[in-house]
């Protein structure tokens, strides 16, 4: 088989992953977990559709999606194949097609289809064609013990082991059958008896039912002659008790009739006394009701006119408000005095504003007041323009007396400043020989950075070299813990067995002492007799026999239960083992690097020990340079102290700097900063208070206004409020009126009230109430008279019938016991049925019994044959020493002679490899184990080909998953060539991490993970 291509759509990291495959070598290179073996994955789900847990549908699926789907395209003999195969959570898709046409779509015909054609099913092609990881190095590694088992998985051949247990089991459970029928067997004899003994008691119960039968006939001929009689006396005691109760009932009718009479009689004096009151309180009704309405009008008209009214009363109290608000104002302004801020003033521009007094300020205008206050702005500006100036002067004459502190520094830092410059040209020269010895020293600096991490190297490879003879001494301890553990198992398998046949025994011995204290006479096996001390001796031994086996069971189960316990560490450190394999390999590769980082070491120190004889000038330099360069620093800050006064000097223009300071004393003259800030406060003081003046007119200007609108709305609104007042007072009048007439209104609706509750109570008017009540009463005497004459009729009834209450109770007790009688006669004659019915099914079991065991002869005879047969298949065909003896000797001249033609393509100096009976290899007459390391994995690779031959004569190619696994570098560097001269394989595709396997590529792949998702890609 070749392969020619496959795509991967949504199965676990590859969401769309398409391939070609050519002939030759093709390596997929990756990290782990990056989705190499996935692939491989994908090929073996294409071909097989394989089950179990690594073949989930979950497991498979990536997350989020709906299907996942793989396409398979290999070619054999000519002939193009393509399987395409689909998978949903609940459906499958699977199409084969041969040279482009389609051949099946189910997945079990596409399956059975796939094995014709390969000639190999999943397991074959998992043993041949695919070559899992640490599988080459292994093979060599293993003891002949262990390459016999490795071998014999690969072959197939422990298929027929694990055949020979399962006839094992398959014949213990029909032991079992043929203990259990051997049981039932024993039964036989005791079924006959049991059935003669069952025939003699269904005879005695047939005789008996009878008997029952008879008696219950006459019983019945008792029963219908006293049932006549008991009719009779039930017939009278029907009729007098309906009697009874209708005299019962007449006698209620009677009440009920009184007391609705004496109702009647009550609400018709009522009626009269209330009509009597309704037609005194008439009058002061309708007085009260016309008033009441007066007062309802004068409500509304008082309601409607509420918000004006309000109105009013609140313009009245704004008036108020606003009349205060002017007052106010007014006197504020009478108590100013301008006199008193300007008495420190003699400016002219102020003068006109001493003139005004408080008695003639009202007299100006308030655009006066307002040009006022521009004049005091313009003097305030005019002080601070002469406040700046007075700053100007301050900043010049700062500068002055900084040109002069200048000039007096430059003379100090001259001396200082030229020795800083010789010392900058020194360090220029010595920089320049120091520049020639810069190479050398970087060179030794990059010898100490690699010195360095060289050490660092060995003494993190020795760190993890202290547990590698732990690894190895529990590594080679492999094999010995292995037979332990098989040795455990094998006891544990044989102790469970002994258990569950002593378990058998104690559930017999349980059962025959149970039967055995059921028993009184007899014995109920032999149907001997059997005296009461005998049974008694029986069991007590019985009890002995059981407790016996149970303390053998109790003992046995602790024994498998510490064997467990063992079973149990014995496994965790076979886990422990494997895991540390892995690890293992990867000490090993370390252990060999070693060696080689301390040639490193060694050559990196002699290079630095020459290095240092030719810089000890440099240090000299150095040391020089390094003075010259303390004496910069020093001298640094005083030649850029010089250097800045002269730059300062330079920028600065003495003389124009003076002719400013002239010009500013002029402008100033005699102010000073304090005097402008005493006069700017007055100025302020004066501005504030002018503000304030003018703010005051004008809010009493609009309060002025305000007042006048105000007192127009007042007026506007006199005629309604007066109005407003004259209703109130009308309606205050009326109700006090209305609570005289309340008392005759409250008991006139009383009345109407009772009135009204009669006129509903009897369903009439209130003017026909009286004459209604009148003629009701009228009717009621006459149906009681009525009822009192049927009452009389019914007494004299009852006392005409001649019934017996006594002789009427005597009769149902004597008639009862009959039927208590005739029932329990009854049940024993259903008990007696029921019992016979039981025992004539019992019979009936017991005859189908003895036919079974009948049955259970014949069985018994059938597995005993079987059991004969079973043993000898087992024995012949699948032993040890059977065909699995044949195959094995059939396959190691076939693996050996296909090894050998793959290994002389490796062009080593040996010829032949000798797989023994014992499983050791010998080449060319030597034991494999003297072979350098790159020639073992020669001959493991060979092996391990050959082995895939054998299984699958016609392969073509093969999948090498991490071949290189567990291999140090000088063995990987052997495979590799290896590879390059294997001709016999005509496709070859490996899967690793390791990037030297890119040079005997003909064909590379480089997978890569992003995120969750693979990427593929040809280099």
């Not at 390596?27 to 782990?32: A, E, V, W, Y």
């Not at 076979?574 to 301390?598: F, Q």
């Not at 350098?932 to 054998?950: D, N, W």
């Amino acid at each position: 088989m070749i392969i020619k291509s496959i795509k991967i759509e949504n199965f676990k990291s590859h969401r769309n992953t398409k391939l070609q495959l050519n002939k030759g070598i093709t390596t997929i290179i990756g990290h782990n977990g990056s989705g190499k073996s996935s692939i491989f994955q994908a090929m073996n789900f294409a071909l097989f559709s394989p089950r179990g847990a690594n073949f989930k549908i979950d497991n498979m699926m990536q997350k989020g999606s709906k299907s996942f789907s793989i396409e398979l395209e290999f070619e054999i003999r000519g002939n193009s194949y393509l399987v395409k195969r689909k998978r949903y959570q609940n459906k499958t898709e699977d199409k084969l097609y041969i040279n482009g046409i389609l051949n099946v779509e189910s997945s079990s015909e596409v399956n059975k289809k796939i094995e014709e054609i390969l000639e190999l099913d999943n397991s074959i092609f998992s043993n041949a064609v695919y070559i899992k990881q640490g599988e080459i190095a292994n093979l060599i590694q293993m003891t002949s013990g262990d390459r016999k088992e490795v071998i014999g998985k690969l072959l197939g051949i422990e298929r027929y082991e694990k055949v020979y247990e399962k006839i094992n089991i398959i014949k213990k459970a029909y032991e079992e059958r043929l203990f259990e029928i051997n049981g039932e067997l024993k039964q036989e004899i005791e079924v006959t008896n049991l059935l003669e003994k069952l025939n003699l008691e269904i005879l005695r119960l047939e005789t008996l039912k009878k008997e029952i039968n008879n008696e219950i006939i006459n019983l019945e001929n008792i029963k219908v002659e006293k049932n006549n009689e008991l009719t009779e006396f039930n017939q009278k005691f029907i009729k007098i008790t309906k009697l009874r109760e209708d005299l019962q009932e007449n006698i209620s009718e009677i009440k009920n009739i009184s007391l609705e009479l004496q109702n009647l009689e009550n609400s018709l004096k009522s009626v009269d006394y209330e009509s009597l009151k309704l037609e005194n309180n008439q009058e002061n009704y309708f007085k009260y009701l016309k008033v009441e309405s007066r007062i309802k009008e004068l409500s509304e008209k008082i309601k409607s006119h509420k918000l004006e009214y309000d109105a009013f009363q609140k313009l009245k109290l704004k008036e108020e408000s606003l009349s205060m608000e002017i007052l106010e104002i007014g006197k504020k302004i009478n108590e100013y005095s301008f006199q008193e801020s300007f008495k420190d003033l003699n400016l002219n521009e102020v003068q006109i504003l001493k003139n005004i007094n408080n008695k003639d300020l009202k007299s100006h205008s308030i655009e006066d007041l307002k040009k006022y206050l521009v004049i005091l702005n313009e003097e305030i500006l005019k002080l601070d323009f002469i406040k700046e100036k007075i700053s100007e002067l301050e900043f010049v004459e700062k500068q002055i007396l900084e040109i002069n502190n200048q000039k007096k520094l430059k003379k100090e830092f001259e001396i200082d400043s030229k020795n800083y410059d010789i010392a900058v040209e020194k360090i220029s020269e010595l920089n320049l020989k120091k520049n020639q010895y810069a190479n050398s020293l970087k060179e030794k600096i990059e010898l100490e950075k690699r010195l360095n991490i060289e050490n660092n190297e060995k003494m993190q490879l020795n760190k993890s070299l202290k547990e590698f003879m732990d690894i190895e001494l529990k590594i080679n301890l492999e094999k010995n813990t292995k037979d332990k553990y098989d040795q455990i198992c094998e006891k544990i398998s044989k102790l469970t067995e002994v258990i569950a046949g002593n378990e058998i025994v104690l559930k017999n011995s349980l059962v025959s002492k149970a039967e055995l204290e059921k028993t009184v006479d007899e014995c109920n096996i032999c149907k001997s007799k059997i005296t009461n001390d005998k049974k008694q001796e029986l069991l007590l031994a019985y009890e002995l026999e059981q407790e016996n086996l149970e303390k053998v069971i109790e003992s046995l189960k602790n024994q498998v239960e510490i064997l467990n316990r063992k079973k149990e560490i014995l496994n965790s450190e076979l886990k422990i083992i494997n895991g540390l394999k892995p690890k293992y390999g990867e000490l090993l590769e370390k252990k060999n690097s070693i060696l080689k980082v301390e040639n490193s070491i060694n050559e990196l120190e002699l290079k630095l020990t020459d290095m240092k004889k030719n810089l000890c000038e440099y240090e000299v330099i150095k040391s020089e340079l390094s003075n010259y360069e303390l004496q910069k620093s020093r001298l640094k800050e005083i030649n850029n102290k010089y250097q800045y006064c002269i730059q300062f000097l330079n920028n600065i223009d003495e003389n124009n700097v003076l002719t400013t300071q002239s010009e500013l004393l002029k402008v100033i003259g005699d102010y000073d900063v304090l005097k402008i800030q005493l006069m700017k406060k007055d100025l302020e003081t004066l501005k504030d208070n002018l503000k304030e003046i003018l703010q005051n007119l004008e809010r009493e200007k609009v309060l002025n206004f305000e007042l006048t609108n105000v007192k127009n709305n007042i007026y506007s609104k006199l005629g309604l409020v007066e109005q407003y007042l004259e209703w109130e007072t009308e309606k205050s009048n009326l109700e006090v009126e209305l609570s005289m007439h309340k008392k005759y209104y409250e008991e006139f609706m009383e009345s109407m009230a009772v009135l009204k509750s009669h006129s509903k109570a009897y369903s009439i008017e209130i003017t026909k109430l009286n004459d209604y009540l009148r003629e009701k009463t009228f009717e009621k005497y006459s149906v009681l008279t009525k009822k009192n004459t049927l009452r009389n009729k019914l007494i004299n009834d009852i006392q005409e019938i001649n019934y017996n209450e006594e002789r009427h109770k005597e009769l149902n007790i004597y008639f009862e016991n009959i039927l208590k009688e005739l029932h329990e006669f009854s049940k024993k004659f259903e008990r007696i049925s029921s019992e016979l019915t039981v025992k004539k099914e019992n019979s009936e079991s017991l005859n189908k019994k003895i036919k079974e065991l009948a049955l259970k002869k014949e069985e018994k005879q059938k597995i005993e044959s079987f059991k004969e047969y079973l043993e000898k298949i087992r024995r012949e065909v699948f032993s040890k020493d059977g065909f699995q003896k044949y195959l094995r000797e059939k396959y190691i001249p076939l693996i050996q002679r296909h090894a050998n033609q793959i290994f002389q393509e490796f062009e080593l100096p040996y010829s032949h490899i000798q797989l023994k009976e014992d499983y050791s290899l010998i080449v060319d007459g030597l034991p494999v184990e003297t072979l350098s390391g790159g020639e073992q994995i020669a001959v493991s690779l060979a092996l391990r080909l050959g082995i895939s031959k054998a299984v699958c004569n016609n392969i073509e190619c093969i999948i090498l998953d991490e071949p290189t696994a567990y291999l140090d570098e000088e063995r990987r560097k052997n495979l590799l060539n290896i590879f390059r001269n294997i001709k016999t394989i005509s496709q070859m595709a490996i899967i690793t991490h390791h990037q030297e396997l890119e040079q005997i590529a003909d064909n590379i792949l480089t997978v890569r993970k992003i995120g969750e998702i693979s990427k593929v890609t040809l280099e």
